[in-house]
Antibody, heavy 121, light 110 residues
Framework: QLQLQESGPGLVKPSETLSLTCTVS??????????RGWIRQPPGKGLEWIGS???????YYNPSLKSRVTISLDTSEKQFSLKLSSVTAADTAMYYC?????????????WGQGTLVTVSS | QSALTQPPSASGSPGQSVTISCTGT?????????VSWYQQHPGKAPKLIIY???KRPSGVPDRFSGSKSGNTASLTVSGLQAEDEAAYYC??????????FGGGTKLTVL
């Protein structure tokens, strides 16, 4: 059974960079067709797609976050990461990593449990 | 791109059917048959229950069904059960490798 697990600091100061890693286990998403994505959910609010990365390294970002987001793949294929720069309190959210499936238009079919990141001084 | 529009809440009694709408534009819902629905129980990660408008992943009960007309997609839950009480989110492909989610609908089983 494919499992994804987010990790990283739970507290980030305003103006700094949020960095998270997603570790994949129990299966493989190393197929060149699979995308991997990051989604966030502010407390009590809805889901927001942050961006996705393809096995080949191509990245796709939410236009509203594009200037601050970097998503990258680890060469081991078992990890991928998220960096969000110049964070503010509005970036406080539960952050999820997920497998997207065979194409950038595909849904997210496996999700991590999420990690809460709070932006505060 | 703007979030898809969902009603904040919906409700129904056990055994009844309830339909949740998801309204987008001609650039997302109206232009692609790539609408998905997710179920999220409190404190849990979202779970995919419908993809490509009306397809169900393995293991999802056939009480859940999806449809689309124009710029509006719909999720119908038939034979409501207590465990269906959750938040439901729609999502649509919006072109150029972009995805957009709806604001979510809290379903209450009375």
């Amino acid at each position: 059974q494919l499992q994804l697990q987010e990790s990283g600091p739970g507290l980030v100061k305003p103006s700094e960079t949020l960095s998270l890693t997603c570790t994949v286990s129990g299966g493989s998403i190393s197929s060149s067709s699979y995308y991997r994505g990051w989604i966030r959910q502010p407390p009590g609010k809805g889901l927001e797609w942050i961006g996705s990365v393809h096995y080949g390294g191509n990245t796709y970002y939410n236009p509203s976050l594009k200037s601050r987001v970097t998503i990258s793949l680890d060469t081991s294929e078992k990890q991928f990461s998220l960096k969000l720069s110049s964070v503010t309190a509005a970036d406080t959210a539960m952050y999820y990593c997920a497998r997207q499936g065979l194409g950038s238009h595909r849904p997210f079919d496996y999700w991590g449990q999420g990690t809460l990141v709070t932006v505060s001084s | 791109q703007s979030a898809l529009t969902q009603p904040p809440s919906a409700s129904g009694s056990p055994g009844q059917s309830v339909t949740i709408s998801c309204t987008g534009t001609s650039s997302d819902v109206g232009d692609y048959n790539y609408v998905s629905w997710y179920q999220q129980h409190p404190g849990k990660a979202p779970k995919l229950i419908i993809y490509e408008v009306s397809k169900r992943p393995s293991g999802v009960p056939d009480r859940f069904s999806g449809s689309k007309s124009g710029n509006t997609a719909s999720l119908t839950v038939s034979g409501l059960q207590a465990e269906d009480e959750a938040a439901y989110y729609c999502s649509s492909y919006a072109g150029s490798s972009n995805l957009v989610f709806g604001g979510g609908t809290k379903l209450t089983v009375l």
